[in-house]
């Protein structure tokens, strides 16, 4: 069965200072996306960022960047220069591309504050 | 502005009684989902359409019914909700099932008492 661990439940960090958030994910397929997802206190799911299995460059958007270690099924998220408004809880998901579901696999979260 | 819409966002009921959450979505996805949110598990699939007229059961189906009769709606309805069922639903639409990223409705909290 595919699964995603996140194995920090929280973190902070300072403002304008970087911080490196985890996950990990278990599956046989080859090809397949990776996203974060942020959910800020009004609670709803925002995109951060995707990276799709079979591009070795790593994904990057503006301050947010990832580091894709598709042979150690590792994909942490990288935030620099942290804003106040970072603060969320952030979802590693994983989509297959085989069967029918469509589902996104979630972890289970990781809290982050930003301290002023 | 491209959107999944969700209703109500917020919703206090009681044992055994019949509601419905809408779900509606602007940008002519083939493929819509429902999710539930509880606390330490993340996010996890109750229904998903891949088209209109076909749907299927995801990872906790029980207690929930959905239906996808025009391309844009897909409703998930509770008949007779009990308080397990108490959580943050989500639904979210892609463009087809092998699409990217799943774009989610701001989400609706339900309470059952």
């Known amino acids: 069965a595919q699964t995603v661990t996140q194995s920090q439940p929280e973190m902070s960090v300072q403002e304008a200072e970087t911080v490196t958030l985890s996950c990990t994910y278990d599956?046989?397929?080859?090809?397949?996306?990776l996203f974060w997802y942020k959910q800020p206190p009004s609670r709803q799911m925002i995109l951060v960022i995707r990276q799709e299995a079979y591009k070795q460059q790593n994904a990057t958007e503006n301050r947010f960047s990832v580091n894709f270690q598709k042979a150690a099924k590792s994909f942490s998220l990288k935030i620099s220069d942290s804003q106040l408004g970072d603060t969320a809880m952030y979802f590693c998901a994983f989509r297959t591309l085989s069967g029918n579901t469509g589902k996104l696999i979630f972890g289970q979260g990781t809290t982050l504050q930003v301290k002023p | 502005e491209a959107q999944v819409t969700q209703n109500p966002r917020y919703l206090i009921t009681v044992t055994g009684k019949k509601l419905t959450v809408t779900c509606s979505q602007n940008?002519?996805?083939?493929?819509m989902s429902w999710y539930r949110q509880d606390p330490g598990l993340g996010l996890r699939q109750i229904y998903y359409s891949m088209n209109v007229e076909v749907t299927d059961k995801g990872d906790v189906p029980e207690g929930y019914k959905v239906s996808r009769k025009e391309k844009r709606n897909f409703p998930l309805i509770l008949e007779s909700p009990s308080p397990n069922q108490t959580s943050l639903y989500f639904c979210?639409?892609?463009?087809?099932?092998?699409?990217?990223?799943?774009?989610f409705g701001e989400g609706s909290r339900l309470t059952v008492l």
């Open positions: 940008m002519n996805h083939e493929y």
């Open positions: 599956t046989s397929e080859n090809n397949y996306y």
């Open positions: 979210a639409s892609s463009s087809t099932r092998y699409s990217g990223e799943l774009f």
